[in-house]
C-alpha cells in the first residue's frame, strides 16, 4: 500500500506523517498520534463510540481515511479539557453520571460537543436525535441528556 | 422521620453513634471515582494499553456448525514471514468451563466443531497482514455431521449428542416439586396455562472483546490483561488450559467497557492469547471484531415456557406449574445455572404454597450461551407477571391489588428454601402506582395508549459461590502507610457499575473521612486479594461487608494509637476522622499523628475484612438448591407506559416509572443510573433485541441488524430508591443493578394489553409480531363476523 505525507492538525497541533492510503482515521489518531481516548467499539460505522470532529462536525473515525483529513482539524476528546480544566459536558457527564463504563463515553461527549457549538441550548428532543449515532449499553441514556442539558445550562 | 434523618441513625452492623465522614460517604450522590478518567479519555481499556514488540494475535473460526476435525494443516502458515506462532487445539492441556462439573470445552476447538464461528486456530505474527495471510494458509479438513438449531431438533431421538456423554442433548433437566400441587389446583377459583415464546438475546456491551498476554519464557511467567469481569476465573482457567502452576500467572484487570455477563466466564480468546503468548515467547494482543463477540456470545438463550398458575377468587396464588427449555447452545458454560435460576427465581418473588418445575437446557449447534444480566429469570418473569395479568383480568381484580395479595413478609422462608430477611416490594407498588397515576389513567387511557405492571425481584450475589473452597466470600485489604493514605485493595471488579467507588465511600464512612484520603487498586492478582467477580450483583453486599469489617479494624488499631499517644483509654476515644479526642477534654490528636503512633508500633498497617453469607441464608438441601439463594433480595415494581400504533405496529414507550428496594443506597446516584439502565435493557429485549441463524451462521452478528435502543427510542425513566434497610447488608445495603430488568418487558406486555387488548406471548414485541397479532384478530373478527352474518339474516327471515 503506498504511503503519502499527510498533514492535518490534531487538537492544535500539526502534525505530519507518513501514512498508508488505506489507513482509517481512527488508526491513525490511536496508533500514530497515541490518541487512545477515541474508541472503536464496532466493525465499522455502527455505534459512534469513534466519533471526533473534523473542521468542528463530528464523524465517525472508524469509516472515514485520515489521508482524507489532509489540511482539516481533527478534534479528539483529548482536547477538550484545556489547562487541567474539563470542559462544560466533561464535568456534566461526571458529575450527573452520563458516564458508567465510560466506553462510549469520548464519542458521546464530542458528539454533544458539536450540538452545542451549533446548538448552545438544545432541548431533549434535539439532544436525543444529536447523540441517536451514539450507542450507550449502561445508562439507558438518561443521565446522558441531564449531562447535555445540564452543560448547556452552565 | 425524614429519608435523610433516618440515615444518619443508621448504620455500620455495630450501630454505634458516631460521627459521619465529612462528604457523608455513604448516602450521598457520589460522582465515580474513576469518572475523570473516563470523560477526559484517560481512562485505559484493554485495547488501549501500551506495549512494545507486540505480535498481532488471530482467530480463525469454524466455518461448519457441527463436524468432526480430521485435520487442521498449519504448515503453510507457519512458514510465511513474520509469523511467530501457530496454535491449535492440540497445544491445549484441559479444556474449561466456568461450572467445574461441567467443563467440557477448548479454547480452540479439538476433535469436533459445534458451531459455525467456533475458534479452531490461532495464529501470532509480527502485523496484521501477515497474521490474515497466515489464517488463509490454515487447512481446515472437517467433516460435516448432522446439526440442530433449535431445542426440538437436538431433543429429537434420532439426534446424534454434541457431546458424548449427554444423551438427547439434554445438558440439564430440572424436576424439583414444592408442596402439594394437586390440592393446590384443587383450590384455585380459577386455573390458566398459557405458553410463551423469547427470542435469543445478548449482551451487547460497547468495549470490544481484546486481551494482551505477556509470556516471560526466561520465567516461564505470564501477564494476561483482559477484559474481565472475574479475574479470579481466568486466573484458574489460563492455569488449567494452559497446563501452568497457577503462581506463574498474573492477571489483571484494565478499565473494562460494560460486561452485562458475557466477560463472567473465561473466554475462549483469553486463553488463546495467553497460549500464543507462550508458543511465540513474547507479546500478543488479539483485539476482536464486533463480529466475534456476536459469536462468542454467552447471552440468554432463546427459550420456550408453559405456565400454569391457580388463582383464588381474592387473587393469592394456590399453584404453580411451570416448564421451561432453553436453547444452550454447543457448549456447557453457565447453562445449568441458567435452567435453574429459571425455576428458582420464578415464583419465589410471592408466597406461594406449591410449585412443580422441569427445565431442560439443551445442547445446538449455536455459540453458547451463559450469564446474561437478570441470569435466567427474566424470561420466566414475563411469563409468571403476563399471566397473572391475563388472569387479573378475568377474575376483575386490579393488577396491583393481585400482586399485593401474594406478598410475602420478612423474615419469610420461601417455598425452595431462599431466605428473605427484607423486602421493600409493597413501597414499591405504592409509589409507582401513585407516580403513574395508575388508578385513574389504567384502562381509561385512549385507545392505542396503554399502562402496564409488573414486580420482579433478584439476589444481592450468589450465597454459594461457584467454586467452593470453603474460603470467605468476599475479602477487602486495606493499607495505610506513612504517607497517610489509605488504599483499598480489591479483587472486585469494576466494570461501569462502580463498585470501586462504592468501596472507598464505606471505608470513608467507617473511618469518618474524607474520600480525598482514599484510593481503590483493583483487579490485579499480584497485589490484590482473590475475588469471586463482578457477578450476580454481589458486589455491594458482599465486598461492601468486607470493607466495611476491613474499615472497621482499621478503625480499632487506629483507636488504641490514640488512646496510647494520648495516654487515655480505648472506650473514652471519640473518633471523628481527621481528628480524634478524648471524650469531655481538649485533649485532640489529628490523623497524621495518629497514624505516626500506629506505625511506630508496627510498621505499615494492612488489615484485612471479610465476609461470607450465613449458612441459613445459602439455600436448602435438594439437587441445586444453591442457585438462586441469596443473603439479601431485591425487589422492584415498574409501570410502563405505552403508544401503539395500529397501522405499524410499531411500539414506542413513552415513560417508565421504576421503584427499586436496594436496601440503603451507599451512592443513590450509582443506584439511579443502574435502575435507569437495567431497566432499559429490559425494553431492548421486549422491543427490538434478537439474535437470528440460519444454519447456525449469524445473520445480525452487527449493531445495525441487532437493534439496540438508541436515544431517540428510549424514555425518560423516573426511579424511586426504596430502602429496607436489609438487616445483612453493608449499612442495609442491597443491590441495585439487575432486579429492575426482569419487570419491564412484563410490564410492557402488560402495557400494550391495555392499549390495544392483545396479549402478546413472544418477545420481542417488535413490530411485525405485533403487527401479526393485530391482523390476526381482525381476520378473526371477520370470521366470527361472517359466521354471524347469515345466523342473523336467518332470524330475520323466521
Known sequence: MARNLLE????????????????????????????TGTKQGCDGGECGACTVLIDGEPRLSCITLAASCAGRQV??????????????????????????????????????????RRNPHPGEGEIREALSGNLCRCTGYVKIVESVLAAAGA | MTQVAERNVLRESAGEARARSPDGAVGRPTPLIDGIEKVTGRAQYTADLPFAEVLVGR???????????????????????????????????????????????????????RYRGEPVAAVAAVDEASAEAALAAIRLDIEPLPAYFSAAEARAPDALPLHDNKAGN?????????GDLDAGFAAAD????????????????IELNAAVAVYEPERDRLTSHSVTQVPYYLHLTLARCLGMDSSRIRVVKPFVGGGFGHRVEPLNFEMVTAALARAAGGTVKTELSREDGFLTHRGRPETDIRLK???????????????????????????????LYAGALLHALYKVPAVKYRGYRVYTNTPPCGAMRGHGAVDARHAFESLLDIMAGELGIDAFALRRANLLTPPY???????????????????????SGWNTRHGRLPRGRGLGLACSHYVSGSAKPVHWSGEPHAVINLKLDFDGAITVLTGASDIGQGSSTLLAQVVAEVLSLSLERIRVVAGDSALTPKDNGSYSSRVSFMVGNAALHAAQEMKRVLVRAAAKRLEASVDDIQWDGEQCRVAGTDRVLGFVDVVEQALAETGTLTVKGSWSAPPETQGGKFRGAAVGSTAGFS??????????????GAVAVERVWVAHDCGFAINPLAVEGQVQGAVWMGMGQALSEETAYHEGLSLRANMLDYRIPTAVESPPIEVKIVESHDPLGPFGAKEASEGALHGFAPALANAIYDAIGIRLTELPASPDRVLEAIQARRRKERLRASMAAPARADRGGG
Open chain 1, 8 to 35: 492535518l492538525t490534531v487538537n492544535g497541533r500539526l502534525r505530519t506523517d507518513a501514512v498508508a492510503d488505506n489507513t482509517l482515521l481512527l488508526d491513525y489518531l490511536r496508533d500514530r498520534a497515541g490518541l
Open chain 2, 309 to 339: 398458575l391457580g388463582l383464588k377468587k381474592t387473587g393469592e396464588i394456590t399453584a404453580v406449574d411451570c416448564e421451561i427449555v432453553q436453547r444452550g447452545g454447543a457448549y456447557g458454560g453457565y447453562g445449568l445455572v441458567t435452567i
Open chain 2, 170 to 178: 439434554i445438558e440439564r433437566e430440572v424436576d424439583q416439586a414444592f
Open chain 2, 635 to 648: 425487589y422492584a415494581a415498574q409501570v410502563v407506559e405505552v403508544a401503539v400504533d395500529e397501522d405499524t
Open chain 2, 413 to 435: 422462608r420461601t417455598i425452595n428454601d431462599l431466605q428473605v430477611n427484607s423486602c421493600g416490594l409493597p413501597s414499591c407498588l405504592d409509589w409507582v402506582e401513585q407516580a
Open chain 2, 190 to 205: 380459577l386455573v390458566r396455562e398459557q405458553t410463551f415464546h423469547y427470542a435469543e438475546v445478548t449482551h451487547g456491551q
Open chain 1, 75 to 116: 478534534e479528539t476528546i483529548e482536547a477538550l479539557a484545556v489547562a487541567g480544566r474539563m470542559s462544560r459536558l466533561q464535568q456534566a457527564f461526571h458529575d450527573k453520571l452520563g458516564t458508567q463504563c465510560g466506553f462510549c463515553t469520548p464519542g458521546m461527549i464530542m458528539a454533544a460537543e458539536a450540538l452545542l
Open chain 2, 59 to 113: 482467530i480463525l473460526r469454524s466455518p461448519c456448525a457441527h463436524g468432526l476435525i480430521r485435520h487442521v494443516d498449519t504448515a503453510a502458515a507457519r512458514a510465511i514471514p513474520g509469523v511467530r506462532a501457530v496454535i491449535t487445539g492440540e497445544d491445549f492441556a484441559a479444556p474449561y468451563g466456568v461450572i467445574p462439573i461441567a467443563q467440557n470445552e477448548w479454547p480452540l476447538a479439538r476433535g469436533k466443531v
